[in-house]
């Protein structure tokens, strides 16, 4: 029986100017490896380069940490592209998050 490997590509956005940054690759050889911690996409590069932006953000309100969100791409059958973004929203209490809008409440609608 083929190995079944899967090139996982991790991708960081920018929540602010929404830069890509490459984050690497990793090769997800399935359910063998003992999950120690949680994946946390953004350790190591916690700023945008571009604008220096935080890729972590905090509810203001409840003062969780807010976990980024991904969205996956196939590319090809054994290859997946994550590009995960700031989380928009607080998870537990759905908190706004979005650091451009704190503070000037512009009236949009
Ligand atoms: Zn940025
Ligand atoms: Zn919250």
Known sequence: ????????????QCGTCG???????????????????PFNPAE?????????????RYCMRCHKKADMFFEEYWPEEDECVRTYVPAKRCSSCNAGLEV?????DKPEE
Do not use: N
């Open 44 to 56: 190591g590069v916690k700023f945008c380069p571009c604008c220096g932006a935080g890729y972590e």
């Open 1 to 12: 029986m083929k190995k079944h490997e899967i090139l996982l590509r991790i991708d960081l």
């Open 100 to 104: 451009d809008h704190r503070g000037k």
């Open 19 to 37: 830069a890509l940054t490459h984050r690497g690759e990793t090769v997800d050889s399935s359910e063998k490896k003992p999950k120690d911690k």
